[in-house]
């Protein structure tokens, strides 16, 4: 295989980029991270390695980092990362990815972000329709641009996009990544749930079971969201910051897919 594409997605967004980029290359594949994360001695063989992901809090989301820093990439030498969120950004995600790659004697050859509609509905509402619809089609475009520069194995990553000063936002994720566990404290369906278990299938590493048809979060969250958002009664809650938000997943995105991302 040339190409694989590691990919973690909540609410499809970017699951919907790795779709795409995808289909521009001849031979690739695309690997979700939340099957194999946990798995003993993996490896890829690609020549070009790509790793697509939402933003978390200013960087990685757990599971993508600790994913990288597992896998053994000794036999490929391209790697890039697209990075989706809302645009509230910074140079640190691509500093995260290429100290991995440091630490296996690699690094980032390229980085790139795409700009989506908001999932992170606690205390902030999703886009307008029109709004996420003119995210979708610059998106394509910029699909467009990156695929080309991939086949051409370009670099695009200079020294000061990856010594910039980044402190703040490092605290941010850092505090992220040591408390996102935990985070689902404030989750609980309301009388609304009719128990259809959507959110325990849907979270990509099984951190919801069904007591007595009500979902009961294990304190292993990423914090993607894709339980409350995918709940087809609204009846999923954190706290009291999403009773008034509306509840968003890409549209193309069908439940099916998020559900395949797992074992
Ligand atoms: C826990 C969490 C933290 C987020 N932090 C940021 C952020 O720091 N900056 C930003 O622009 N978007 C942030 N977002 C928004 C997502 O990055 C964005 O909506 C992304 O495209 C969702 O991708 P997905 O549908 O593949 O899960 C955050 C979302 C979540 C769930």
Known sequence: METTIYYFSGTGNSL?????????????????IAKIWDLENLESKSEKIGFIFPLYWSGLPKIVYEFIKKIDLSKSNYFFGVVTSTGDINEQPLQQ???????????????FYINMP??????????????????FEKAIKQVEKISKIIKNKEENLTQEILQ?????????NKDFLERVYESDKEFYADDKCTSCGICENVCP??????????PHWQHKCQQCLACINFCPEK????????????RYHHPEITVQEIINQKK
């Open 16 to 32: 919907k980029i790795a779709k795409d980029l995808a289909d521009k290359f001849e031979d690739s594949e695309l690997k979700p």
């Open 97 to 111: 990815l290429d100290r991995i790659l440091k630490t296996k004697s690699k690094r980032l050859s390229a980085g």
């Open 118 to 135: 908001n999932n992170y509905i606690i205390g902030v509402d999703i886009h307008s329709e029109e709004k996420q619809k003119e995210f």
């Open 164 to 172: 910039k000063d980044v402190k703040r936002s490092e605290g941010v």
């Open 205 to 214: 590493v099984n951190n919801i079971v069904l007591v007595e048809g009500k």
């Open 235 to 246: 009846s999923i809650q954190f706290g009291k910051e999403t009773l008034k938000t509306q």
